[in-house]
């Protein structure tokens, strides 16, 4: 703690020396000098960081800045970083071999694991990210309905496939307007965006394009931009419509399985989805996606059905590994409470300070994720409430917490992860320094 720093000045700035460099050679290698967008700090001040080693819930980086961790490596990182049994387990592995490309036993492990503790999925397919998942569960409902359409709400992010990277026009209900370039308008023509939290807008959809529309998509709790949270009220009637007009329901739950419970936002809700889509902590750290759904739906993936999906290092022996090490322990009593205890604690204390400031800005919460919102609204439940404006605060925020040892995901739109290893002394330790950074920024 720099208590005797005054709480409105800022912090100087950590030395990010060698981290820039790496940058400057990354860019020369890499679009924008990374493999995956938000990594580049466009949103933050300063340069990228690169990330050396972890432990626990500590992250270091190339100029030797130690940080404590709440993007997680996005979410996988449920356990926190280099958990033992998970080392263990993979190291295990690596002398028996890396990839054969034929079946293990420890898929069958890993499945069992998974669908003997789940009651809305009946049989699985190990894909290798989130987006191979989501982009095949689409698949696998347009072939199972024989319809074209999908439904996807303004606000969640389901991966990078075509049918998916479309953001919503102006208007109740509209086709989509690609969100990338070289998608082609056919595609985006297929899918159909709405506003989430809007039961008016759902009826419309199902009005306008009546035994047309293969699957509504939604995220478990929306949580790629800010975190949404939706009513359950609201899930069950999109149960509800979905059922009424013979679309299929998906849940991505690349976020949230695993996440909200083992059996993540299906239990959450009580509501049984008829594809759910994992990834992320389901690998444990590996690249490793799912999707899952009743034997009968399953029935039309090849080889047993017609609708094709296949993968050279699907179901790779080391990320089963990986995900069976993870698994056991996320089985054990009281993970969860656990977990969701010791976040709430955090939130609270959190909320109780800003409360106290009078602050405005909000922190929601759903089990171990978390969310700042720099606004005065009590809720947030679609991504047109957000005020881009407000992403300003977030930055200066983000500067101040890694100057002081705390590692934020580099945009206000993303949330943050509690891991099983954040202990007591980390959350209590970066609390006195959100509460600092929160000085700042409305000082
Ligand atoms: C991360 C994410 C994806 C994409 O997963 P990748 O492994 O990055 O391809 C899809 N859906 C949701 C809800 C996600 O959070």
Request: hydrophobic letters at 40%; charged letters at 20%; proline letters at 3%.
């Amino acid at each position: 703690m720099t208590q005797q720093n005054s709480a409105r000045t800022k912090t100087a700035d950590i030395s990010r020396e060698k981290s820039a460099q790496l940058f400057e050679k990354a860019k020369q290698y890499f679009p924008g000098g990374v493999n995956s967008p938000v990594r580049a700090f466009k949103s933050v001040y300063g340069t990228p960081l690169f990330i050396e080693r972890g432990d626990k819930a500590h992250i270091w980086d190339a100029d030797e800045n130690e940080f404590i961790d709440f993007c997680c490596s996005w979410g996988p990182l449920i356990l926190g970083h280099n958990n033992d049994q998970i080392r263990e387990a993979v190291t295990a592995q690596l002398s028996k071999g890396l990839s054969f490309g034929a079946p293990t036993a420890l898929e069958n492990e890993l499945a069992e694991l998974i669908i003997s503790n789940n009651r809305f999925i009946e049989k699985i397919r190990f894909v290798s990210s989130g987006t191979e998942a989501v982009m095949s569960a689409i698949r696998l409902a347009r072939g199972y309905t024989k319809r074209d359409k999908i439904v996807k709400f303004e606000g969640c992010y389901h991966g990078h496939s075509d049918s998916l990277l479309v953001k919503a026009g102006s208007g109740l209900v509209t086709f989509g307007e690609t969100s990338s370039a070289g998608v082609p308008k056919a595609f985006a023509d297929e899918t159909i965006v709405i506003a989430l939290n809007d039961k008016e807008a759902l009826t419309a959809v199902f009005d306008q394009f009546k035994d047309q529309i293969a699957a509504v998509i939604i995220e478990g709790v929306p949580a790629n931009n800010g975190l949404l949270l939706q009513t359950k009220e609201y899930i069950h009637y999109l149960r509800e419509i979905t059922t009424q007009n013979g679309a299929l329901l998906i849940f991505d739950e690349v976020i949230t399985g695993f996440r909200l419970g083992f059996e993540g936002a299906a239990a959450y809700y009580d509501v049984q989805p008829d594809i759910i889509t994992y990834g992320k902590i389901i690998g444990g750290g590996m690249p490793v996606g799912a999707y899952g759904a009743s034997k009968e739906l399953m029935s039309c993936i090849s080889p047993d059905g017609s609708v094709y999906q296949a993968g050279t290092l699907s179901g790779n022996p080391v990320a089963m590994a990986a995900g069976i090490a993870t698994c056991k322990v996320l089985t054990q009593p009281d993970f969860y409470k656990n977990l969701n205890a010791k976040t709430e604690l955090f939130v609270s204390e959190i909320r109780n300070y800003i409360e106290e400031k009078n602050y405005e800005v909000k922190i929601f919460t759903i089990a171990s994720i978390f969310w700042f919102a720099f606004t005065d609204q009590e809720a947030i439940l679609k991504a047109s409430e957000i005020d881009p404006n407000s992403m300003e605060l977030y930055k200066l925020m983000h500067r101040e917490l890694l100057n002081r040892g705390i590692y934020f995901g580099p945009s206000g739109y993303e949330v943050g992860f509690i891991s099983h290893a954040h202990t007591n002394e980390d959350l209590i330790t970066a609390k006195q320094h959100i509460f600092a950074a929160l000085d700042l920024v409305f000082g």
